[in-house]
């Protein structure tokens, strides 16, 4: 199960706290959450991962392809900053 917390730390930038687990069923409530904050004003988007226990392979490419300038994620465990860091490097360049 996962929760998102919104967090509008000004005008410009709104942080998503997530905790829980990031699986397949969760990851479209934050892709939800984020395409709701990219409609119209640009804002940074701060994903902060601090209370996240799990995140399963599927949900970790899904992130990294929501990643852009506009998005940070921030405040992974060691695990999911691996998983994360080992999805990206495997992704073909743009």
Known sequence: MLRITENFENRKTVRLRLDGTLANEGFDELANAVAIHRDGVRQTIIVDMGGVEFMNDQAA???????SDDLRIINC????????ETI????PAK
């Open 88 to 91: 990206g490097n495997a992704e």
């Open 61 to 67: 490419r899904e992130l990294m392809k929501l990643r």
């Open 77 to 84: 465990s060691p695990f999911i900053a691996t998983l994360l």
